[in-house]
């Protein structure tokens, strides 16, 4: 039935807009039930057509007037938009809507937060606005009016006039409906300066309500390095004389790049050293970095329409991550992005949600904002860039910010350009944008006098929508170590492109021992017999830093997939090498952290899947504590003489070297809690100054079922701070044992500061249950029916939070017949709910398809 009233929208139909619009002039009468927007449009006839109909998007508004060059005219308004007749040549559209903004609490379209106004248009909710072509290969200059008594009044591009009690906004920059941005409130301003390397001066402000004036240091500092390092690494310079960023509660995602006028969940850009973490730090450095870079992947050069997403989305999240790899370290920037992708984006691409990097279908867009688009769309530019070399990227890119200036483009505009400078041909490499699914490398080794040869043979599993495919182009990285640890062969790049094809080394003197894909130069699963003894000695030896962690990764999956299994002891190989790494002073303590990190539980259960096994929730739980004791035995001695050599107890920064000292000292606290009672955790507690060290303490001593004292302390100390509540409630959820997972996630819901009108909260709660593997999956079912019920109540109130965090769900054809029928239980009945979001049809309706 809802597939009937949800129809679904195809790339293949794509046509070219009837009508152009030059410019857009709007006036916003502000006020919190009954906003009066008027439009001033003047639309002319795109000659690259012949259809002169008329459409205009539009939800949620009460239409008052619409004229045509000046004459009233009769429309036809439905649930969608308006239709009317209209001149065949050029006209002035003028109308005004009714909007309101306080009962909006989708934060879709003008909503109210905390006593502020606010936009969010990406993807469509202009839309809600006023009466637009709503669609990102219409562009047009703004002009903006902001009458209302709030002291500050924000919008895009450049301020022109200002006095009582209204502003004036034009933004010279031709743009999409999504990219416009309204923002009134109390707000109070931390301002910057930044010089454009051609001399151009840009006002820069962060703006936040007041008391939130001390957390925006870091922003302004991270806002004016991104300036700079887009000049330097691809020649890109700020286009406007005044670049605001604004803070906001209420935000369904992390941030949104507006021209001109950023617009940032407050958890995306407020710190201080006392109220965030190490890892809320470099997350905000990233954020505001992509947010930036944005202004010419994204606004200057934009979208033709919503299929191509990953035009602007994969291209930024790959430039964020240089730009994090510049300012931090390389290596660790992509081990995490691997950690993340394997753990988000394979899980996706595994499942009944897995969809091409450009989708060619939807029923709501915004349920496409996905690893997939983004993160997998990132790795796609990599290989590309691996592909063509790092030169020819440079040009390319050029060419394409030369060529595409002030256009909607699509992929194939992205890839012509590096066809011209290359002379490459492109076609197989797109498939990479158009089949879905993890592509399975399996690799299998030859030696024969001094002849060392690589078989690798691809293959793609089916996805929904999707069986046989073909082949793709996967660059595949690979050195040669021999049995000393010195490289024979340094990275080489193979180019996979058939479904199998062999690579041969010759004149070499000894049987050399692989470091296949090396910086993880593809997103594919590798499958290769190897030995722990080879993978200990990588561990040991591997001059690639990504392969160095990756084989201290297999041996502890190996190591603890033995453990779940048969209740092995975990071979004593893993833990000598262990503790041979975390003592090794040479290695970066941030390196050593990561590498005692174990698989999470979902890895875990992936892993089981893939050998054909039903995952044991409460067991794989039940195996991870066991290696933890097991390590904490094993490292027993070298733990606290680690610890107290490592403590950062000098003034704080969030810079990547004394990070990487607190992560190791964390991680290390961790297992001293197991033995020493609590005491050196509630040391630390006592004396942190900044959060990342009273959070892990706190997280010690949790997960070790202690610190209940410490729990009720750091709520009376930070009652005041949202952010930090947001921490209180996640950890007491993640850290909750799996049969009290669920218990704790209602207990959390019906504590005072519990909202699930503010996003942060509903995931600090609810995310963090479906994070927390065993205590989701309990055998009871508890907490897929708490699940279910909070989905089915945020739905009305917010469908786009809702859809994305019915993904909790996506996996559970891996799961025991038990589990399979309380699952889909929980979804069917989602999915009956009368009046239930397209959002969340759409999601509910694609995993129950699995
Ligand atoms: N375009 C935003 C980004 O990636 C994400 C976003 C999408 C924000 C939709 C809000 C709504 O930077
Ligand atoms: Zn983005």
């Not at 006036?27 to 009954?34: D, E, G, H, M, V």
């Not at 109070?188 to 962060?206: H, M, Y």
Request: proline share 6%; hydrophobic share 40%; charged share 25%.
């Amino acid at each position: 039935m809802k597939d009937a009233e949800n129809p679904t929208i195809y790339l293949k139909d794509y046509t070219p807009p009837n009508w152009l619009v030059e410019d857009v002039h709007l006036t916003f009468r502000l006020a919190p039930q009954a906003t009066r927007v008027l439009s001033r449009i003047r639309f002319v006839p795109n000659p690259d057509t012949q259809d002169r109909r008329f459409f205009l998007e539009g939800e949620d508004l009460r239409l008052i007037s619409a004229r045509i060059d000046g004459e009233t005219v009769t429309t036809e308004v439905t649930d969608e938009g308006l239709i009317c007749d209209v001149p065949e040549a050029a006209f002035l559209w003028e109308a005004e809507v009714e909007i309101a903004p306080e009962a909006n609490t989708a934060l879709e379209g003008l909503y109210m937060s905390g006593g502020m106004y606010s936009t969010q248009c990406e993807a469509q909710g202009f839309r809600k606005i006023t009466y637009y072509p709503d669609r990102p290969d219409v562009m047009a200059t703004f002009t903006v009016r902001i009458e209302s008594d709030m002291p500050v009044l924000l919008s895009n591009g450049n301020k022109v006039a200002t006095g009582d009690g209204f502003a004036e906004w034009h933004d010279p920059w031709p743009k999409p409906a999504y990219l416009f941005a309204l923002v009134a409130g109390n707000l109070v301003n931390l301002p910057g300066s930044f010089t454009t390397k051609s001399g151009r001066a840009v006002e820069l402000n962060i703006w936040v309500r007041p008391g939130d004036e001390d957390k925006c240091d870091f922003a302004l500092e991270a806002l004016k390095k991104s300036m700079r390092w887009d000049e330097e690494v691809y020649g890109r310079e700020y286009d406007l004389d005044i670049f605001n960023i604004v803070a906001v509660d209420d935000f369904n995602m992390g941030a949104m790049e507006n021209k001109g006028l950023n617009i940032f969940n407050s958890a995306a850009v407020l710190a201080s050293p006392e109220t965030a973490t190490d890892a809320n730090f470099e997350r905000i450095e990233a954020i505001i970095a992509h947010e930036y870079f944005h202004n010419w992947t994204g606004n200057r050069i934009t979208c033709r329409d919503w299929f191509q997403l990953c035009l602007k989305e994969g291209l930024t999240v790959f430039r964020d991550a240089q730009f994090t790899a510049d300012m931090r370290s390389e290596p660790m920037k992509r081990i995490s992005d691997v950690l993340d992708l394997r753990g988000r984006q394979f899980r996706e691409d595994g499942g009944p949600l897995a969809h091409p990097v450009r989708p060619e279908s939807f029923q709501e867009i915004n349920n496409f904002y996905t690893a997939t688009v983004y993160e997998k769309g990132a790795e796609v530019i990599g290989m590309l860039k691996r592909l063509v070399g790092d030169e020819a990227y440079a040009k390319a890119v050029a060419l394409y910010f030369d060529r595409h200036d002030g256009q909607a483009c699509t992929i194939e505009d992205w890839l012509q350009v590096f066809e011209d400078t290359t002379g490459r041909d492109l076609s197989q490499f797109k498939l990479w944008y158009a089949q879905a699914g993890t592509p399975r490398v399996t690799m299998t080794e030859d030696w024969e006098d001094g002849t060392y040869t690589v078989t690798l043979k691809q293959s793609l599993p089916p996805t929904p929508g999707q069986a046989g495919k073909s082949p793709q182009v996967i660059p595949f990285a690979i050195g040669l170590l021999d049995r000393s640890g010195a490289e024979v062969v340094p990275t080489t790049l193979l180019e996979l492109t058939e479904t199998e094809q062999s690579f041969t080394f010759t004149d070499l003197k000894a049987r050399p021992v692989p470091s296949p894909l090396r910086g993880f130069s593809a997103p594919v699963i590798l499958e290769r017999e190897t030995s722990n003894e080879d993978r200990a000695f990588l561990l040991a030896h591997d001059t690639d830093p990504f392969n160095r962690w990756e084989a201290g990764r297999q041996l502890a999956k190996s190591a603890l997939i033995g453990m779940i299994d048969d209740g092995k002891a975990p071979v004593s190989g893993y833990l000598d090498a262990l503790s041979r790494l975390v003592t090794d002073e040479t290695l970066d303590p941030a390196f050593r952290a990561l590498a005692m990190a174990l698989p999470s539980e979902d890895d875990l259960a992936q892993s089981f899947a893939d050998m054909g096994q039903t995952p044991e929730p409460q067991r794989i739980w039940n195996g991870r504590e066991d290696m933890r004791a097991a390590m904490a035995k094993a490292l027993e001695g070298e733990l606290r003489p680690l610890y107290d050599q490592h403590l950062v107890t000098g003034p704080y920064s969030p810079e990547a070297g004394p990070a990487g000292q607190r992560a190791l000292t964390n991680t290390l606290l961790s297992l001293m809690t197991r033995s020493d009672g609590g005491a050196a955790a509630r040391a630390q507690y006592k004396a942190a100054d900044n959060m990342t060290q009273q959070l892990g303490a706190l997280s010690a001593l949790l997960a070790n079922d202690l610190g209940a004292d410490e729990l009720a302390a750091f709520a009376g100390q930070w009652a005041h701070e949202r952010l930090v509540m947001d921490k209180w409630f996640m950890i007491q959820v993640a850290q909750a044992r799996p049969e009290e997972a669920a218990g704790v996630a209602v207990a959390l819901s019906q504590h005072p500061d519990f909202t699930m009108k503010n996003p942060n909260r509903f995931r600090a709660v609810f995310g963090a249950l479906a994070m927390n593997q065993a205590g989701f999956h309990h055998a009871s079912g508890a907490g897929y029916r708490l699940m279910a019920d909070w989905l089915i109540k945020l739905d009305p109130l917010n469908p786009q939070t809702t859809a994305r965090m019915a993904s909790a769900f996506q996996t559970w054809r891996r799961y025991d017949a038990d589990r399979q029928a309380m699952m889909s239980e929980q979804l069917n009945r989602i999915a009956a709910l009368p009046g239930l979001s397209r959002d969340t049809a759409e999601m509910v309706g694609r995993i129950l398809a699995a």
